[in-house]
């Protein structure tokens, strides 16, 4: 069982920065692939960001803006957020999944609760 517990979210105009963090409960934090994803209001969840062992994964709409890490000694995965817009506003979840990397929600089997992020114009 993991229990995962995100922090950082909070209100930024465009153009500023944030960083999101997921702290994760359990001793085999590392064997997990951890994943970042959003849900904006009235919108479906859609994926962000995941990480691996050391690889990792963007979608397109925030490669060179996004930087997923984790610390492995701390539990912990980060999603640094930089050149924010309005339309990254969403509630921001991470994940974790005992196999690879992945781009779908279903393949996560367990979920934060969500931190809220807005950016306003």
């Known amino acids: 069982q993991v229990q995962l517990v995100e922090s950082g979210g909070g209100l930024v105009q465009a153009g500023g920065s944030l960083r999101l963090s997921c702290a994760a409960s359990?001793?085999?934090?590392?064997?997990?692939?951890m994943g970042w994803f959003r849900q904006a209001p009235g919108k479906e969840r859609e994926f962000v960001a995941a990480?691996?062992?050391?690889?990792?994964l963007y979608t397109d709409s925030v490669k060179g803006r996004f930087t997923i890490s984790r610390d492995n000694a701390k539990n912990t995965v980060y999603l640094q957020m930089n050149s924010l817009k309005p339309e990254d506003t969403a509630d921001y979840y991470c994940?974790?999944?005992?196999?690879?990397?992945?781009?779908?929600?279903?393949?996560?089997?367990?979920w934060g609760q969500g931190t809220q992020v807005t950016v306003s114009s």
């Open positions: 994940a974790a999944r005992s196999g690879g990397k992945s781009r779908k929600d279903y393949e996560y089997n367990y």
């Open positions: 359990g001793r085999t934090f590392s064997s997990y692939a």
């Open positions: 990480i691996g062992w050391s690889t990792t």
